[in-house]
């Protein structure tokens, strides 16, 4: 399993290929555009030119794309990863998605002779970067243990949830925490000056204790700074807790910090912010 397909080369997939690049795997990528992918080409990636003629010599295949349309794209079609993979090989699909979508795509999988983990990823540009992404895995659990050596390599929190969707399922959770937290995120930071006080050093009290959290630690201070760079994509995040919400009214479930905080961001991304950082919504606040 040394020879690695990688889908989609953003702001994150970048960092995790050029990280299983480092620990010795052969990486071969496409991406729709080539350029994004010349940096990775520099350091000894192998450019396939269609996904065709990735699937074909690859054992593992990794995607990390933008929306479920275009994990529906990449793997179904005659083109597409599920008819052209080889048997046995591993698809792994990153990309925070569908539940249902990744309960297909594993059943497929298998009716081709073919392995499906789902495995959504948390932790952002800076988590990808230094290998400490957080990653939620659903599917076979013997494929799981099999691509552990892969998942050691790009996170440091690495769990399988149950069959598979569960990986997705797992996202969802995580998403609507962050949804609610980035409202509040907003709110501590501009009280703070409203106040008159320096939210710098309100967030060395605050980060330390109860309140404490990832959004807090590293994306209060972005905002502070007037920093909107793109760890991860208000648009994406749009897509993410609208899908959160579309699982959760299937399951008939109440969700009011989910839906104020999509509709503080669909609010943002109409305002021209749909290409900034989750930590933009700050914006609506000041």
Known sequence: MKNIGFVGIGVMGKSMAALLMKAGYH??????????AASLLEQGAIWKASIKELAKTADVIISIVGYPKDVEEIYYGNDGIIEN???GSCLIDMTTSKPKLAMQIAETAKQNGLFAL?????GGDIGAKNGSLTIM???DEKAYEAMLPIFNVMGTNIVR????GAGQHTKMANQITIASTMIGVCEAITYAKKAGLD?????????????GSWSLSNLAPRMMAGDDAPGFYVKHFIKDMTIALESAKEMDMLSPGLELSLSLYKQLAEQGEADSGTQALIKLFQ
Not at 118 to 122: H, I, L, Q, T
Not at 199 to 211: E, Q, W
Request: aromatic share 2%.
């Open 27 to 36: 990486v071969s990528v496409f991406t729709r555009t080539k350029a994004k």
């Open 118 to 122: 789902d495995a959504p990823v948390s």
């Open 161 to 164: 949830q149950g069959p598979a």
């Open 85 to 87: 993979a080889k048997q």
């Open 199 to 211: 939210p710098t050093t309100v967030l060395k009290s605050i980060s330390a204790g109860a309140a």
């Open 137 to 139: 895995v659903g599917g």
